[in-house]
């Protein structure tokens, strides 16, 4: 039997995707969900679900399993890891554009492709093999978070699409067409403070503030004379 590790952060992304590892029925495979360190107090209502730190335990993962699907981890794979047993990664972003943190931000703000991607893990972040891919249309009504809901929901598509052929490793993967570009978290921490100064377009401001608009998430701010932060966000309704 095929011992197969499933490692998300996103509670929404495991309860679809072990929905459909259920649905496909492979009686010939054993599938273990686990969340990072981190994330632990957003299962404590799934006790399917265990906790694992890839970087401190994966000597343990590679001893017992034969592959590992990453979907919305926040972790680092070690190279050791990677090297030593097939890992896959379902990532919200359309490879090699806008690869890293929050792909449907810098999307919004720089206009490449964007979508979701299912590929082949290597050392590097969000880097690899693809073996599919769903593009998804940003709108100019859009929100960082109504792209995301639709990230989401191509990622879910694929991954059920893509069930048996991952499972059994009978797709074919290809190499991204270029390195593209990556966004660390602090190239998002740094367009979250919005420089009052600063000279561009309308539209350009448009785009900035409705990247970083996602429900209740404060991150666009201006600072008071006094140096307190005060948060931006745009409601947005299209008619």
């Given amino acids: 039997m095929k011992s197969v590790l499933v490692l998300t952060d996103n509670v929404i992304i495991f309860e679809k995707f072990k929905a459909i590892c259920e649905k496909h029925n492979r009686v010939d495979v ?9 994330s632990e107090h957003l299962f404590l209502k ?3 679900v265990c906790v694992l730190d890839i970087q401190k335990n994966y000597k343990s993962v590679i001893d017992t399993y034969s592959l590992v699907i990453s979907c919305h981890c926040k972790k680092i794979f070690p190279a050791e890891l990677v090297n030593s047993i097939r890992c896959i990664n379902i990532h919200p972003g359309l490879n090699p554009y806008n690869r890293g943190w929050y792909p449907q931000v810098f999307a919004i703000n720089n206009g490449l492709p964007h979508g979701a991607t299912i590929h082949e893990m ?3 972040i969000d880097h690899g093999a693809i073996i599919a891919q769903k593009n998804v249309q940003v ?9 995301y809901e639709r990230v989401l929901n191509a990622e ?13 490793q009978s797709y074919v993967a290809h190499p991204m067409v270029n390195e593209g570009n990556y966004n660390s978290i602090q190239d998002f ?21 409705r990247s970083l608009t996602h429900g209740d998430h404060k991150n666009a701010y201006i600072l008071s004379e006094d140096g307190a932060k005060i948060f931006i966000s745009l409601n947005i309704e299209k008619n």
């Avoid at 054993?30 to 990072?36: I, N, P």
């Avoid at 367009?191 to 309308?202: E, S, V």
Wanted: some cysteine; aromatic content about 16%; charged content about 30%.
């Fill in 30 to 38: 054993k599938f273990d969900y686990f969340c990072s360190p981190s």
């Fill in 46 to 48: 799934h006790n399917d």
């Fill in 122 to 124: 290597d050392e590097d």
């Fill in 139 to 147: 709108n100019l009504e859009d929100t960082s978070l109504t792209v």
């Fill in 156 to 168: 879910i598509d694929l991954f059920d699409n893509f069930f048996n052929s991952l499972i059994d």
């Fill in 189 to 209: 921490r740094n367009i979250n403070h919005i420089d009052l100064d600063r000279k561009g377009t309308f539209s350009e401001f448009y785009n900035l503030l």
